[in-house]
């Protein structure tokens, strides 16, 4: 418990119900060997995870006055993705503050956890101290990040490719794409046309993946 009143601390977290904040960081190994029945994060994840969402939304749409809808989602999936908020945790040393049972203890956390975490911890400050400490908190963390992101780079290369060339023509882009001959794994190859003119091959491992890198391909080639 000391752990995770020093955490709060550190954070500026001022707490009322430190049990609260004790189930924030509860793992299932640790609850299925209490002899006191802890609960785990797992049902306060659910509750961050929709208060997180808010959070940022309202932020994006505050102060992105210029982002249309698509943009928003694309920037406010990015922010609340288990990737961007899994980091966040790790840089919070969330590994130093959960508690495990004794078979978990000795390997190394796995990442998921990080932003499972810091859902459930989202959803501890709102019901411990409010709405407006959980806005704080996400602030500090998520929210202040959000300009630094470039949107564009969020985008599908597909969908970029045919904002860039809506600009130009009304002509239509198709691809081509098949399985490469006589390639040992299934391994697709992939082109891109734009009016009879082929703007970028690619491949892959999947048809999805291979008409990726063809579209990067030809937006490298438009942006040159």
């Known amino acids: ?99 495990l049972g004794v078979g978990e203890r000795n390997g190394e956390l796995a990442f998921s956890i990080y932003g499972d975490l810091f859902e459930a911890l989202t959803a501890a400050i709102y019901l411990d101290i409010g709405y407006d400490e959980a806005k704080e908190f996400i602030f500090k963390h998520i929210n202040s990040k959000a300009k630094d992101i470039d949107v564009e780079s969020l985008k599908d290369p597909k969908t970029r490719l045919q904002e860039l060339l809506q600009g130009e023509s009304r002509g239509s882009i198709t691809y081509s794409t098949k399985v490469k001959p006589n390639s040992s794994n299934k391994i697709f190859v992939s082109k891109v046309i734009f009016e009879g003119e082929t703007l970028g091959n690619g491949q892959g491992t999947s048809k999805k993946e291979a008409e990726k890198e063809a579209a990067n391909l030809a937006i490298e080639r438009m942006v040159r």
């Open 1 to 99: 418990m000391d752990n995770i009143k020093n955490f709060l601390k550190r954070e500026n977290i001022k707490f009322n119900k430190i049990d609260l904040y004790k189930k924030a960081f509860t793992h299932s190994s640790y609850s299925n060997e209490s002899k006191n029945n802890d609960e785990s994060y797992e049902r306060l994840e659910f509750l961050g995870d929709s208060i997180l969402g808010k959070i940022v939304a309202e932020y994006l749409y505050k102060n992105f006055p210029g982002y249309k809808e698509g943009e928003m989602t694309l920037l406010k999936h990015h922010l609340v993705n288990k990737d961007f908020i899994g980091d966040v945790g790790k840089k919070l040393k969330f590994d130093e503050v959960i508690l």
